[in-house]
């Protein structure tokens, strides 16, 4: 009975793919997929669909791409839909979506709320040197992710765990938790418990101007926004006037210094200045050129070390 529900799936990125497949092969009737529209390669230039569409065309579901959602979802009306599961989707739902199915629209958010509500929490949690996050699984209401909570699931961060990493080591963890909960949620087995909101914080959107580093920083804070940002949007500092993108960092040293001095370079990579002591970049990227050691980045601009890098 569970199963025959008519679901509409909510999902963009790999993760929200990897669980809409999982409920297909389980046989819950997914009647639709909401995603964000095709996105030009960095590459090729080309459009590509989504994670999730792709999994959607892969199984002849139905696929909808709205611009504005509030504007355009007489199509979500006229499939009768049951319920609703989203994932890391990116466009607000109103209120008038979530109240049409019966047995209401649920979300996997990534966080343990009430904590760091908001789009996107686990970039924040690592940002903030937080040692573990989760997922809740939660009522979705008119207020951002200010819903009834039903089930979390806590997942620790590894040592020096990258955004990206984490994200593919936790997709087996999230699908597991999804699979046990959706049916306890839908026969009735949890009550739902209200979030404290004295306990609330935020996990705003990324802003474009916070992949621009800053060496006058606390060197475990600066580790940590390079773990958090590194892939997905990228972080740099300034080499002169180019942009040089930091991939790979570790703390160093207690050693003080103006912060931004590139101190030495050593056989595992650059030795730099921040507020309070000196980090390690392994691996950086000039404009225009490939990703590389940090140390083959040296061979080829000897006269970094000394300089400053801002």
């Known amino acids: 009975m569970v199963k025959a529900i008519r679901i509409l799936f909510f999902g963009t990125p790999c993760l929200a793919a990897k669980l809409l497949e999982a409920l297909i092969i389980n046989d819950y009737q997914i009647v639709g997929v909401i995603t964000k529209a095709d996105a030009k390669s960095t590459r090729s230039k080309d459009l590509l669909p989504t994670p999730t569409k792709e999994i959607a065309q892969k199984y002849q579901i139905p696929v909808f791409t709205p611009r504005r959602i509030k504007d355009d979802y007489q199509f979500i009306i006229d499939l009768k839909i049951d319920l609703i599961i989203c994932i890391s989707y990116g466009q607000i739902i109103p209120e008038a979506v979530l109240k049409l199915p019966r047995y209401g629209a649920l979300n996997f958010h990534g966080s343990l709320l009430p904590k760091l509500r908001g789009a996107a929490p686990l970039q924040r949690a690592i940002e903030q040197g937080m040692k ?17 909570m039903y089930d979390k699931v806590v997942i620790p961060f590894l040592q020096n765990e990258i955004y990206t990493d984490f994200l593919k080591r936790i997709e087996p963890i999230v699908v597991d938790f999804a699979l046990k909960s959706i049916p306890c949620y839908l026969k009735g087995k949890y009550q739902g418990v209200p979030q404290d909101i004295n306990q609330v914080t935020f996990a705003p959107m990324l802003q474009k101007e916070e992949q621009h580093l800053s060496p006058a920083v606390l060197k475990q804070d600066f580790v940590n926004k390079v773990r958090a940002f590194t892939d997905l949007p990228g972080v740099y500092l300034l080499y002169g006037l180019k942009r040089l993108k930091i991939f790979s960092v570790e703390v160093h040293d207690d050693t003080l210094g103006q912060p931004g001095l590139v101190r030495e370079v050593t056989k595992t990579g650059l030795i730099l200045q921040v507020k309070d002591g000196t980090i390690l970049i392994k691996e950086v990227q000039i404009e225009e050129k490939s990703r590389v050691k940090a140390l083959d980045f040296y061979h080829g601009h000897r006269d970094v070390v000394g300089k400053f890098l801002t």
């Open 132 to 148: 573990e996050t989760g997922f809740t699984l939660m009522e979705m209401v008119k207020e951002m992710d200010a819903g009834m």
